[in-house]
């Protein structure tokens, strides 16, 4: 079974800050890492994507992933009130299809 | 920019009546998923489906579900006999290649009373 976990939070941070927020994965041979963001009762929307061990950045966000610690991380830098949100990772693994969304991690930035 | 586009927004439905979600997928994208969000849960995978076929299904995805694509684009979501517990958000979501990332529809929300 192929699991992601996440800390459901509320992380609260104020803004200007930043935020991190953290994924771990179990399936060993997963080969593509996504970070989503979802307001309530919209649909996921694509921040980043990442495949290879490093960090990958693109403007206020910052993607880390460690494979051999099967571990994924997303940086906000200068946090702000709309970026309070739900984040959730998700994991496709090589010989799968589908993306395994973890249960999200809510974010709260306070001006 | 091209978007998945998901009908109705919102169904409500009687415990036991049949429903069909649609999709129209981004027109260049091979790959089509369902997903479904139960209310204050996780977005969990149903079905996959490439080349006209499932390639893929989730336990969920039992035999009261089903998927189609009737034409060269639209891509339906069939519950038979709907119970209290199939209420949810359902998403589609597609993508054009294998490692591209999954471009997901406003949703349906599915009321079962």
């Known amino acids: 079974q192929k699991e992601v976990e996440q800390n459901s939070g509320p992380l609260s941070v104020p803004e200007g800050a930043i935020a991190s927020l953290n994924c771990t994965y179990s399936?060993?041979?997963?080969?593509?890492f996504f970070w989503y963001r979802q307001y309530s009762g919209k649909s996921p929307e694509l921040i980043m994507s990442i495949y290879s061990n490093g960090d990958k950045e693109d403007g206020r966000f910052t993607a880390q992933l460690n494979k051999a610690s099967q571990y994924v991380s997303l940086l906000i830098r200068d946090s702000q009130p709309s970026d309070s949100a739900t984040y959730l990772c998700?994991?496709?693994?090589?010989?799968?299809?589908?993306?395994?969304f973890g249960k999200g991690t809510t974010l709260s930035v306070s001006s | 920019e091209p978007e998945v586009t998901q009908t109705p927004s919102h169904q409500v439905t009687q415990m036991g009546q049949e429903v069909i979600l649609r999709c129209v997928p981004i027109s260049n994208h091979l790959y089509f998923y369902w997903y479904r969000q139960i209310l204050g849960q996780k977005v969990e995978f149903l079905v996959s489906?490439?080349?006209?076929?499932?390639?893929?299904k989730s336990e969920i995805f039992d035999d009261q579900f089903s998927v189609e694509r009737p034409d060269g684009s639209n891509f339906t979501l069939k519950i038979r006999s709907t119970k209290l517990e199939d209420s949810a958000m359902y998403f589609c979501?597609?993508?054009?290649?294998?490692?591209?990332?999954?471009?997901f529809g406003n949703g349906t929300r599915l009321t079962v009373t």
């Open positions: 399936d060993r041979v997963s080969q593509s």
């Open positions: 489906f490439y080349n006209n076929e499932i390639s893929e």
């Open positions: 979501a597609s993508y054009g290649s294998y490692n591209s990332p999954l471009h």
């Open positions: 998700a994991v496709k693994n090589q010989a799968g299809t589908a993306l395994i």
